[in-house]
């Protein structure tokens, strides 16, 4: 209870609010032009192979840094926060797609070397394993081009440290937004919107979900402050 009270005012403290959020607009049609080319079943088959032998056989947790926390797409059996070691999370990858489009590109969440990230380590239930890879596969790495972005890497929990898949992990992703000011990265986010909707509302949920488990991240908290202003500035939506 007393945890519950702390997660709603730390959310009440927030200056990226539901409000704003909602003025950036709801899913958009996805473009049917696309670069990339879909991964084929044989391509997801040989994926979640590669994946199974990541896990070497150990109990099966995925760490949760960004769109994870709040919408895991597999039934977790635990959630325990946790700091991966060696990782920081960042905008690094921009996007055109899912939450971007190419006249508004967003940004994606992802892990690049260096520093610490505090997230939330998702246990998968043992006769569950294969399942809830096939669909983390299936959901992260929809195009052939993006295979694999994932790894193991070490997490420390109150328990100890512990070998977890990350997703979009590893200087092999392609992360093109390293250099891209904290500035830019805000105002894209508060323009970007696409099939799966806005980028305010990826971040706003990435960060909610992170205050759910107790968890503040300066970084992203700094962002949302500038999205937030960015969005005041527009003309209020017609009644």
Avoid at 43 to 67: K, R, W
Avoid at 70 to 89: C, D, I, K, Y
Avoid at 168 to 178: E, H, K, Q, T, V
């Amino acid at each position: 209870m007393q945890e519950a009270r702390r997660s709603r005012q730390a959310r009440h403290q927030l200056t990226l609010t539901p409000e704003l959020v909602a003025r950036c607009g709801s899913a958009i049609p996805q473009d049917p032009h696309d670069r990339f080319t879909f991964t084929s079943e044989a391509d997801f088959d040989a994926a979640l192979e590669h994946h199974l032998s990541l896990a070497e056989g150990a109990p099966l947790q995925i760490f949760a840094y960004g769109s994870l926390i709040w919408n895991p797409g597999f039934e977790v059996a635990e959630r325990t926060p946790g700091t991966a070691l060696g990782w920081r999370r960042v905008f690094g990858i921009s996007v055109e797609r899912a939450r971007g489009s190419r006249e508004k590109p967003g940004y994606m969440l992802t892990l690049a070397p260096g520093g610490r990230c505090r997230g939330v380590l998702l246990r998968v239930a043992e006769n569950d394993r294969r399942a809830a890879l096939s669909a983390l596969v299936r959901r992260e790495y929809p195009y052939r081009e993006f295979l694999p972005q994932t790894r193991r890497i070490q997490v420390a929990t109150r328990d100890g440290v512990t070998p977890a898949l990350a997703f979009w992990a590893g200087r092999f992703a392609p992360l093109d937004a390293l250099d891209h000011t904290e500035e830019q990265i805000a105002f894209n986010l508060a323009h970007a919107c696409g099939f799966l909707g806005s980028g305010a509302e990826y971040l706003y949920r990435t960060v909610t979900g992170l205050i759910d488990h107790q968890i503040r991240d300066p970084y992203l908290d700094r962002i949302g402050r500038m999205v937030a202003e960015e969005i005041s500035r527009w003309e209020p939506p017609t009644p």
